[in-house]
């Protein structure tokens, strides 16, 4: 499935009308940066893994909501964004929702690929 760069958004808010496929960034509150993993999860958790310090949103093919603060979110010039096995650790995005939903791959420019 090809995913759409929705665009960067405040902590706290989602887009408007985000759609299976969809991703975008968390800024802090003012908008004016990109929330730190820290900032947005706080202290205490090892956020090793995310090696960009980029906190992202993402809505999974099967349209579960999730957030990604442990994981390394690679954007690219094209605006779209790669989470890739090897790329840091806890890098393969895994989902879980209400009543056993659950979704688990990785997305290579923009693109979703289940494991």
């Not at 809505?59 to 090897?86: A, C, W």
């Not at 688990?104 to 289940?114: K, L, P, Q, S, T």
């Amino acid at each position: 499935m090809q995913g759409r760069r929705l665009p960067d958004t405040p902590a706290g808010r989602l887009p408007d009308a985000w759609e299976p496929g969809d991703f975008w960034k968390v800024l802090t509150a003012d908008g004016a940066r990109p929330v730190t993993p820290e900032e947005y999860s706080g202290a205490g958790r090892d956020y090793s893994g995310n090696l960009t310090g980029t906190v992202w949103f993402v809505v999974t093919p099967n349209g579960l909501l999730g957030g990604l603060s442990l994981h390394t979110v690679r954007e690219h010039e094209d605006s779209t964004i790669s989470i890739r096995p090897g790329d840091g650790s806890s890098n393969s995005v895994l989902i879980e929702g209400a009543g056993g939903k659950s979704w688990h791959g990785y997305v290579e420019h923009g693109v979703w690929r289940a494991c």
